[in-house]
């Protein structure tokens, strides 16, 4: 007898994660802070049991735990773990496992709030972090003090730029445990862990949930080391909300007929940018010039929904920004809506200008969003919003 064919990831989006909501088609929403036990030894058990969706929500609650099943099955992963947001994934997994004295190597370009995050609070803790340029070949890997770094951090593809970091040469890296914000790809758009690396990590508000309606993070990796973190997380409190795991899990649904919509618009509106007299530069790793085009087509599943271009002065951002239409301006990524911002003023005004410089982030930089809307219109939009300048 033949065996049964694997399904791809678009069909596991849609089969995985059902063993708290069955028979139901839709998602059940587990709103329990608690759960009744029937005795002292049942309640010691719930109580010791790792991630027991059974015993008290912080420690683990079956909407979430569903949600995780997906994204650990599209990761490719024995385990996933859910958190309150991208930031309390990224927090709570670096405090994990690191101590004061430990040491970090992270990508000099990355979202602002893990930035201040390794500035901040982590520096403050004796937990100092080397940055290291992408471009530079082998740069993680020769910034890593043995006995010392317990933490290799990269962004790929980074926000703002679409910088990539190179997997294979940090799956190869051996002592640190190597950590991969991949929310710019999806799980559908690049597997760290295929690679070597030991997490994957998302905001999965973005396009994991895809409807602008859920904030929550999400990592993933083997079972033992998402063990060890669970049971700091427990303790440092970022717990996923069930409801956003709710619209996440129906968000996931549709992920794969998205990203493709998504995809397809993207590499339309990235030509347009690039051959555009108002723009200097358009950062998408799709296109042939963006200078780690090799590394996106080797990596990469999909080139993605994300890019940024530049029209070189903050006036020319604001006039673009003022005139869209059926673009919006906010923040985040990944939803219906194709949004526009201008970093340098929002997601990274955080930085100093030297800081701002050292990343790119420069004045005239603006960050699209590719949404859902029809192409054509999108395209319209955009040449319309670029012929005010
Ligand atoms: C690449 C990346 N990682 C992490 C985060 C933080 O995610 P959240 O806002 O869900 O905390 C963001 C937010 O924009 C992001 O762009």
């Not at 190597?105 to 979202?111: C, E, P």
């Not at 990590?201 to 079972?223: F, M, P, R, W, Y």
Request: aromatic share 4%.
């Amino acid at each position: 007898m033949s065996e049964a064919p694997t399904p791809s990831p678009a069909t596991r989006a849609i089969t995985a994660g059902r063993a708290s909501s069955a028979p139901s088609l839709a998602p059940a929403l587990w709103a329990s802070s608690t759960w009744e036990s029937e005795s002292l030894d049942d309640a010691h058990r719930r109580a010791t049991a790792a991630r027991h969706d059974g015993f008290y929500s912080r420690y683990a609650n079956p909407t979430v735990t569903s949600f995780e099943d997906v994204i650990a099955e599209l990761e490719g992963a024995e385990r996933a773990l859910a958190f309150a947001s991208g930031m309390g994934a990224i927090a709570s997994t670096v405090l994990a496992l690191c101590s004061t004295g430990s040491h970090i190597v992270a990508q000099r370009q990355l979202y602002a709030g893990t930035l201040a995050f390794l500035q901040g609070p982590c520096a403050r803790l004796g937990i100092d972090t080397t940055f290291v340029d992408v471009n530079e070949p082998g740069a993680f890997a020769a910034a890593v003090e043995p006995g010392r770094t317990m933490v290799v951090l990269a962004e790929t593809p980074s926000n703002p730029r679409l910088e990539l970091a190179d997997l294979d040469e940090l799956g190869s890296i051996k002592g640190p445990f190597t950590v991969v914000d991949s929310t710019f790809a999806t799980p559908l758009g690049q597997r760290p862990l295929d690679h070597g690396v030991d997490v994957s990590l998302h905001s999965a508000t973005k396009g994991i949930a895809g409807h602008n309606d859920a904030t929550l993070g999400v990592i993933s990796g083997d079972e033992d080391l998402l063990d060890e973190i669970w049971s700091y997380a427990v303790l440092h409190g970022a717990t996923p909300s069930p409801f956003d795991a709710l619209n996440a899990l129906r968000g996931v649904r549709t992920l794969a007929v998205r990203t493709r919509q998504q995809n397809d618009s993207a590499r339309s509106i990235a030509v347009m940018l690039a051959d555009h007299p108002a723009v200097t530069t358009t950062h998408y790793p799709g296109l042939s010039e963006h200078p780690q085009h090799a590394i996106a087509s080797a990596q990469l599943l999909q080139y993605g929904t994300m890019m940024s271009f530049d029209v070189g002065l903050r006036d020319n951002a604001a006039t673009v920004l003022d005139a869209v239409r059926v673009c919006r301006v906010a923040t985040s990524l990944g939803g219906p809506e194709t949004l526009l911002c201008h970093p340098a003023t929002s997601t990274h005004a955080s930085l100093t200008p030297d800081e701002q410089e050292a990343t790119g982030v420069t004045s005239g930089l603006i960050r699209l969003s590719v949404g859902l809307e029809e192409t054509v219109d999108i395209l319209a939009d955009l040449e319309h919003a670029l012929s005010t300048i």
